[in-house]
């Protein structure tokens, strides 16, 4: 507990003395991806009854942050993005990041027309910057069945993270195994990831469903690099207890990676307590020396 309060003294420091000197690390925000519980704190009646609790208990343990993941009608987890964002800063937290997506009506996808799409997204955009968040990210799509299908929904997201751009947003889309499968002999993530624009589309690369996908996370930095500007850094369960998970590799090519954030998310706990799994993740991450670099100077 005392580290996770030094940890956090000394991030505030950091913030409040302006940009970083160019000799300087950046520092990185840790957050956790409030889907991990989603039976405490998913939806907007949970919201209402725990966030204080969830929010300072996150904190407490060394959390900087969340990434959000129940966005509707202009609202996240029911209550207006301003109120989001200020109960979020009342626990010392930051409105990190958050998940949320539109699929393309079949009209569209067959058109390459995504102008009604779109207006779905000025209402979201606006919400998401009112909330303070520096990343948004889509977490999945209705993958379409061809090359051609999948073209036009890059050229969406690459409109989408166009005008993410012009409101100060980073736009990223997530990953799950199946986009390492392929269409037409080509596998989905690397057709996503070249043929969409690094200068509007970063991918927030789950690190667990990479490795369910047969895929190698370090290889993917290294063929693209910059492109993974945030991770999730996911395990079976906890960090680092399954062994399946090369987590040193992955920070020691953080660099090539394009790394700014990086976020956690739990599929499952193994303890009784959810505190005491998510404690038990921000406390794996803050003795690597991969956080203890980034956070010590």
Known sequence: MRKAVILLSALALFVGCGQPKADEPVKKEI???????????GNAELYAANHEEVFKALAEMGYTGV?????GDGKLYGVAPEQYKADLEAAGLKSISSHI???????????GN??????????????????????????????????AGLKTYCDYFNAVGKKCAENGILYGYHNHSHEFNKIEDKVIYDFMLENTDPQYVF???????????RAYPVEYFKKYPGRFKLLHIKD??????????GFDAIFNNAEVAGLQDFIVEL?????????????????????SDFVKESYSK
């Open 31 to 41: 957050g956790l991806q409030l889907y991990s519980i989603r039976n405490v704190i």
């Open 67 to 71: 990434e959000a993941a129940n966005y």
């Open 101 to 111: 997506g539109h699929n393309l009506s079949e009209e569209e996808l067959a058109s």
């Open 114 to 147: 995504f102008e009604e799409s779109m207006k779905w997204w000025d209402q979201a955009i606006a919400a998401h910057k009112a909330a303070g968040c520096k990343y948004i990210v889509t977490p999945s799509f209705s993958i379409p069945p061809t090359l």
């Open 203 to 213: 991918f927030q690369m789950d690190v667990y469903w990479a490795c369910m996908g």
């Open 236 to 245: 079976h369960f906890e960090l680092g207890e399954s062994g399946m998970v």
């Open 267 to 287: 599929e499952g706990f193994t303890r009784g307590d959810w505190k005491e799994s998510i404690k038990a993740c921000a406390d794996y991450l803050l003795n």
